[in-house]
């Protein structure tokens, strides 16, 4: 199989999605690797790098996608990309389309197989293509909260944690999953006051045993999120449906009860965001935007700002699925592993995960009718 990977194009997305020990590891199977011309120098790879493994560097994205019969990436492929796309054509990447509509109609158009990394699912539930980035989101989302609550950058000039004689922040977390405990980490650690909000009772019990009493946890319903929300410095958004879009939990009500200069930060953007006054995506380069008096942090790539950090997390799990894509064939890898079989968002012209069809108010088609 001919594995491509293209440069990301996506506002200061400098992950890539294969490292050249992955390169090594397909070429090693009988495959072919081609990689564009700088696409992992944001990550700290040059192209000799790759070239030493064997892969073949090639100097444009158009190259790379005519030639391969998957193509690996880390965001989704945005409009200058969609004229790139075949039938039949494997594309291993996170899709997120239930929040992207215009991707998936172009995907259906031209019979594109959209495998998503954050719909591969293991039978416990877990979702181990998403999990890293996730860490690594939950983590940085107090990191950019801490840093936007600095008066300079529009904040309440709160310090996350306070000094002896001043109380620390107060931090409120929606969703007790990968991201949420991440972040509760990051904050307990700067010593703020942290609440996390959720909607199952196991779940909070295994955070109050986690955190040893350290937090506090409360039932997600509405009379719950309002007050809590009116109290938060820095509320983060960090609820995931997997496939499907968000829940929005915080009305525009809501979020005009917070404190002037508080700070939203969610996580849960690229799925279309919790919360209702995240009606834009932002990019690194221009983060946030101020409405009511509050400052929203809206960026869908959080992870591509510590891409050395973020390529390795993310490589270490999606390089097996590769690997079992390219060794296998599309249609035996998805027969032989049932996780990596959800994984599939597009086939054939339809679309093949529940959630994702519901979300965009697609007809769902399983991919057993259309073997």
């Given at each position: 199989m001919?594995?491509?990977?293209?440069?990301?194009?996506?506002n200061n997305e400098n992950r890539v999605a294969l490292t050249p020990g992955g390169a090594g590891m397909l070429l090693m199977a009988g495959h072919q690797v081609l990689v564009e011309a700088g696409a992992g120098v944001g990550s700290g790879f040059g192209d000799e790098d790759y070239a030493r493994e064997g892969a073949v560097i090639v100097a444009d994205a158009a190259e790379v996608w005519a030639s391969s019969d998957m193509i690996m990436k880390v965001k989704e492929p945005l409009p200058a990309e969609y004229g790139?796309?075949?039938?039949?054509?494997?594309?291993?990447t996170y899709l997120h389309l239930a929040a992207a509509g215009d991707l998936a109609e172009h995907l259906?158009?031209?019979?594109?197989?959209?495998?998503?990394?954050?719909?591969?699912?293991l039978p416990n539930g877990s979702l181990p293509l998403l999990t890293p980035m996730?860490?690594?989101?939950?983590?940085?989302?107090?990191?950019?909260?801490?840093?936007?609550?600095?008066?300079?950058y529009g904040g309440r000039g709160i310090l996350l944690g306070g000094v002896p004689g001043v109380p620390p922040a107060d931090v409120i977390i929606l969703g007790g999953g990968i991201v949420g405990t991440n972040a509760a980490k990051m904050a307990l650690g700067l010593g703020a006051n942290v609440v996390i909000i959720e909607r199952s009772a196991d779940r909070m019990r295994a955070l109050d045993?986690?955190?040893?009493?350290?937090?506090?946890?409360?039932?997600?319903?509405?009379?719950?999120?309002?007050?809590?929300?009116?109290?938060?410095?820095?509320?983060?958004?960090?609820v995931l449906i997997p496939g499907a879009r968000?829940?929005?939990?915080?009305?525009?009500?809501?979020v005009q009860s917070m404190k002037p200069g508080a700070v939203i930060v969610d996580v849960a953007v690229d799925q279309g965001g919790s919360i209702e006054t995240i009606d834009r995506v932002t990019t690194h380069s221009n983060p946030t935007y101020e409405k009511h008096?509050?400052?929203?942090?809206?960026?869908?790539?959080?992870?591509?700002?510590?891409?050395?950090?973020?390529?390795l997390g993310l490589t270490n799990v999606t390089i097996p699925y590769a690997m079992e894509l390219a060794n296998k064939g599309f249609a035996q890898a998805i027969t032989a592993n049932y996780a990596l079989?959800?994984?599939?968002?597009?086939?054939?012209?339809?679309?093949?995960?529940p959630a994702v069809a519901e979300a965009l108010g697609m007809p769902y088609v399983k991919l057993s009718d259309l073997s």
């Open positions: 001919v594995v491509g990977v293209p440069k990301e194009i996506k790139y796309f075949r039938e039949g054509q494997m594309l291993f259906l158009s031209k019979k594109v197989t959209g495998i998503a990394y954050e719909t591969i699912q996730s860490e690594v989101a939950g983590r940085m989302s107090v990191q950019i909260g801490a840093h936007f609550l600095e008066k300079f045993d986690i955190f040893g009493g350290r937090l506090r946890t409360l039932m997600s319903n509405p009379h719950n999120i309002a007050s809590a929300v009116q109290k938060a410095d820095l509320l983060i958004g960090a968000a829940p929005r939990l915080v009305t525009e009500v809501m008096g509050v400052l929203h942090y809206a960026v869908a790539n959080m992870p591509g700002a510590v891409p050395r950090t973020s390529t079989q959800l994984g599939v968002n597009t086939y054939k012209g339809s679309v093949t995960h």
